[in-house]
């Protein structure tokens, strides 16, 4: 299969921050909450951090309010958060903001930089769009087997990027993937595309990111997830929806 080509978009670090110092303020840094997120499923509370003399605002979701999930073991959302952003810093793409595993004021939990948002931009027009942000994700999304890529998870930057959140349920071992993002299904993949999945194959089989994986994830967890990467470069083409199972999470937004 062709590969097809796409422009480069480089991204800007959210909050002024690098990712490696984020990572530090984030893991380090003195979390206070601030609040709590109503319309989140899971306990989710807005925090500040502190460390240093740096500051950002973060997300904060400890283990203890994850609600239980049949299909997914108690206490293993979190992780996965952490093991999305791991996957999404080996491809270079910058889709997940800064995260961390760490202890909080409700004990361990997920933690990951705040993004905030272009409130000009229409979800429901973004999502419908060919932005080259937006294919990158929905390469992502197929490689961490997302069962929850609503509209309301992407998060809209001023100057173009888009960053995903809310990967909780994503690495099933069993394929999962729902999205709104199903404007490439069938197309072959970008030639960006193929180099970071090559890039990923190596590094899940013998680099830091399958190591990684392997500390975060069940070990069938991690085969899978280096089995769609073969997949995905066997085919040269971007996923269908399944006929087994809703394509699209509800709600879509």
């Known amino acids: 299969m062709s590969a097809e080509s796409e422009p480069t978009l480089s991204a800007v670090p959210a909050a002024g921050l690098d990712d490696e110092t984020a990572i530090r303020l984030l893991r380090e840094g003195q979390l206070e909450v601030a609040g709590r997120l109503i319309e989140a499923t899971n306990m989710t509370l807005y925090c500040s951090v502190r460390l240093a003399g ?76 060919r932005q080259p942000s937006l294919r990158r994700m929905a390469v992502f999304d197929a490689v961490v ?32 993937l729902r999205t709104v993002l199903w404007q490439w299904r069938g197309k072959p993949l970008s030639r960006d595309a193929m180099n970071v999945l090559t890039r990923l194959e190596r590094d899940l089989e013998q680099g830091r990111l399958g190591r990684r994986l392997r500390e975060l994830l069940t070990l069938a967890e991690v085969e899978a997830t280096w089995a769609r990467v073969r997949r995905l470069l066997n085919t040269g083409l971007h996923p269908l929806p399944s006929k087994d199972w809703p394509a699209i999470p509800w709600p879509p937004i």
């Open 54 to 129: 740096l500051s950002a605002a973060c997300v904060y979701k400890p283990v203890r309010g994850e609600r239980p999930l049949w299909d997914f073991p108690d206490g293993t959302l979190a992780a996965r958060e952490v093991a999305a952003y791991e996957v999404s810093a080996a491809t270079g793409w910058r889709i997940v903001p800064p995260t961390v595993y760490r202890d909080g004021p409700f004990g361990p939990g997920m933690c990951q930089l705040w993004i905030d948002t272009d409130s000009e931009t229409d979800l429901m027009v973004l999502i419908r769009s």
């Open 145 to 176: 087997n997302n069962a929850d890529r609503k509209g309301g998870h992407l998060l809209p930057l001023a100057d173009g990027h888009i960053y995903g959140v809310d990967h909780g349920v994503s690495f099933s071992a069993e394929d999962k």
